[in-house]
């Protein structure tokens, strides 16, 4: 991680601002100085390995909170600054007193501090990183160094002490539920708390990326090098003839031990900075979510590298499920099924391969669209209610609909 040092000083007015996440500060900054002390941490997954892989699975680490900057927005953004009319009336948020590795300063390291009402920032104190507000400053940095838009003021948030896994949580919250930002990428945040906390100290979210993630790497895995992590376009290249995105696994086996993610991960964040593990959860109607409680995540590993394994084996190429849909159909299945049959995994796993090879794939659509994603899970429900005892009730259809894809 390359961040600039700050080459003076700065002192800036500000409103502290304490609410039960943490505690920042309101400031007015010029935006050629917020251009001048902040910069944007790149999200992308290194080459090193996570400290905390329970599985051993040599998973990668990610860092960063910021997706990749295109170039037509900025330029939008840049062309309304011109125009004399443009009012950003929204915060930017920053991240100060972070080292170089994406770790908390120690207080007597930190360089931007709190004194008299005021963010003082010294001289050679690296830059803070851009939790939301890139792509505004992005269109200032494209002005000519003397327009006089460059002495704006901006609205600011500054945190002064949170690790950049909190970066990454306010990013992940602002973005996922207020803007169209690519689930990959929020996804990949995650992977911050899991190479910085214990794996007791996981939410729900967090543990389906390390176990979709080391499905991805897992030799005896059939999504092996086929998991799609799409931080940079690079990662997309890197995959084999098919392919499952980072977000539609997660989702797939995260609904296996939540029914509720986001009230969950609330519950872990409900005080600030304070740690909690996952026995501060209840149970719900999700099949593994004891597992979960339990920290028994080899087992849900090993089911569902059984499960797809089994699948994968008596899928034929070119269908539908291979692919982001068909392995989320595929998952939701899963659910289902051990939703109805009591959470037993052995029965599920000894009629998978007979279950799937009744399939008849040359009558299975291979249109893989959102739209044929209920269809996809369905026909495999309906195959494993032929062979196990269990009901469910399919949307406008009844089991005798699925017969015809079935032997």
């Known amino acids: 991680m390359t961040r600039r040092l700050i080459s003076e000083e700065f002192e800036f007015p500000c409103i502290k601002v304490e609410q039960s996440f943490g505690v920042f500060f309101a400031c007015s900054i010029k935006a050629r100085d917020l251009l001048m002390?902040?910069?944007?941490?790149?999200?992308?997954?290194?080459?090193?390995?996570?400290?905390?892989?329970?599985?051993?699975?040599?998973?990668?680490?990610?860092?960063?909170?910021?997706?990749?900057?295109?170039?037509?927005?900025?330029?939008q953004i840049a062309e309304y600054i011109k125009s004399g009319t443009a009012a950003f009336p929204n915060s930017i948020i920053l991240g100060a007193n972070i080292s170089l590795d994406g770790y908390l300063l120690e207080k007597d390291e930190r360089n931007w501090i709190f004194e008299n009402d005021r963010i003082v920032i010294k001289n050679d104190a690296l830059t803070a990183a851009i939790i939301d507000g890139q792509h505004r400053l992005a269109g200032f940095e494209l002005l000519d160094k003397n327009d006089p838009a460059l002495n704006d003021h901006l609205l600011c948030s500054i945190y002064l002490d949170i690790p950049m896994t909190y970066h990454a949580q306010v990013f992940s919250t602002i973005n996922s539920t207020q803007r169209k930002v690519s689930k990959n990428l929020i996804y990949q945040l995650y992977q911050i708390d899991m190479d910085e906390k214990e794996p007791k100290y996981w939410t729900p979210e967090v543990l389906s990326v390390y176990l979709s993630r080391a499905l991805g790497v897992?030799?005896?895995?059939?999504?092996?090098?086929?998991?799609?992590?799409?931080?940079?376009?690079?990662?997309?290249?890197?995959?084999?003839?098919?392919?499952?995105?980072?977000?539609?696994?997660?989702?797939?086996?995260?609904?296996?031990?939540?029914?509720?993610?986001?009230?969950?991960?609330?519950?872990?964040?409900?005080?600030?900075?304070?740690?909690?593990?996952?026995?501060?959860?209840?149970?719900?109607?999700?099949?593994?979510?004891?597992?979960?409680?339990?920290?028994?995540?080899?087992?849900?590993?090993?089911?569902?590298?059984?499960?797809?394994?089994?699948?994968?084996?008596?899928?034929?190429?070119?269908?539908?499920?291979?692919?982001?849909?068909?392995?989320?159909?595929?998952?939701?299945?899963?659910?289902?099924?051990?939703?109805?049959?009591?959470?037993?995994?052995?029965?599920?796993?000894?009629?998978?391969?007979?279950?799937l090879l009744t399939l008849k794939h040359s009558e299975i659509p291979v249109i893989k669209t959102s739209k044929n994603k209920s269809l996809l899970r369905d026909i495999i429900i309906a195959s494993f209610m032929k062979k196990i005892n269990i009901e469910h009730k399919f949307y406008q259809k009844d089991a005798d609909f699925f017969d015809k894809y079935l032997k």
Not at 53 to 59: E, W, Y
């Open 218 to 355: 897992d030799k005896k895995s059939p999504l092996n090098k086929r998991i799609i992590l799409a931080v940079t376009k690079e990662d997309d290249k890197k995959c084999e003839d098919w392919n499952v995105s980072l977000s539609s696994l997660v989702e797939g086996i995260l609904r296996l031990f939540s029914s509720y993610p986001r009230e969950d991960r609330d519950t872990f964040y409900s005080k600030k900075m304070e740690s909690k593990t996952r026995s501060c959860l209840k149970g719900d109607s999700s099949p593994l979510r004891n597992l979960f409680l339990n920290m028994k995540d080899k087992d849900i590993y090993n089911a569902l590298l059984s499960y797809l394994s089994i699948c994968y084996g008596a899928i034929p190429e070119g269908s539908a499920y291979q692919s982001s849909i068909g392995c989320a159909a595929l998952l939701d299945a899963f659910r289902v099924i051990l939703d109805k049959n009591n959470g037993n995994l052995e029965e599920v796993n000894l009629y998978a391969q007979q279950c």
């Open 37 to 75: 002390i902040s910069e944007p941490v790149r999200a992308e997954v290194l080459d090193d390995e996570i400290d905390n892989d329970p599985l051993d699975f040599s998973i990668n680490k990610s860092k960063g909170t910021q997706r990749q900057l295109g170039k037509k927005r900025p330029e």
